[in-house]
């Protein structure tokens, strides 16, 4: 499943460092996006739990997240638009 969250204090390409090193320390997420400008990740997950371990973790770094948004409908038809192609 994929998600879009928008992070509070999320403003330097240190804390793009700092996120990417902790998260990529958690099984079952990949991070796809980090966008220092809007202040927000975009990561795949493979479960609740690895949800939950997301959301802990940066809050415990200090980039609580104040959004989260479902890419799941996007993947969709990214999809089917890349298989008509």
Do not use: H, W, Y
């Given at each position: ?38 202040s927000t990740i975009t990561f795949l997950y493979a ?31 990214d999809n089917n638009r890349l298989l008509k192609s």
């Open positions: 499943m994929r998600k879009s969250a928008t992070l509070k204090n999320f403003s330097t390409s240190e804390g793009k460092q700092i996120i990417s090193r902790n998260l990529s320390r958690i099984k079952d997420i990949v991070i796809l996006d980090m966008d220092i400008k809007n479960s609740k739990i690895a949800l939950a371990r997301v959301e802990s973790e940066l809050k415990c770094l200090g980039f609580p997240i104040s959004s989260l948004k479902d890419q799941n409908k996007k993947d969709i038809s």
